[in-house]
Nanobody, 115 residues
Framework: QVRLVESGGGLVQPGESLRLSCAVS????????MNWYRQAPGKEREWVAG???????TYYDAVKGRFTISRDNAKNTVYLQMNSLKPEDTAVYYC?????????WGQGTQVTVSS
């Protein structure tokens, strides 16, 4: 069955960095685009970054230049490197994949940016 497991979240101070990982199984990872979303308290879930099967990347404007999405097909893992973190980046971060007709999500990992 399809599984997505995020890790790497935590509590950091503004300006610091974190790298999130999402290990997947149950499908041929290299063939599919992967995306990261986040959901802050009291807000709707929002898209953060995406990477195609070929490695092309796109980003939400608010994180462009600070976050980098990447993938390691040998490890069936997608990453989100987050630099220069801001308090407004505080959220639960989710990785997701669309395997038609379903969208699959991980359980999320909490990122808290606070001094």
């Amino acid at each position: 069955q399809v599984r997505l497991v995020e890790s790497g979240g935590g509590l950091v101070q503004p300006g610091e960095s974190l790298r999130l990982s999402c290990a997947v199984s149950g499908f041929t990872f290299s063939r599919y685009a992967m995306n990261w979303y986040r959901q802050a308290p009291g807000k709707e879930r929002e898209w953060v970054a995406g990477i195609t099967s070929g490695g092309a990347t796109t980003y939400y404007d608010a994180v462009k230049g600070r976050f980098t999405i990447s993938r390691d097909n040998a490890k069936n893992t997608v990453y989100l490197q987050m630099n220069s973190l801001k308090p407004e980046d505080t959220a639960v971060y989710y990785c997701t994949v669309r395997l038609p007709p379903r969208q699959y999500w991980g359980q999320g990992t909490q990122v808290t940016v606070s001094s």
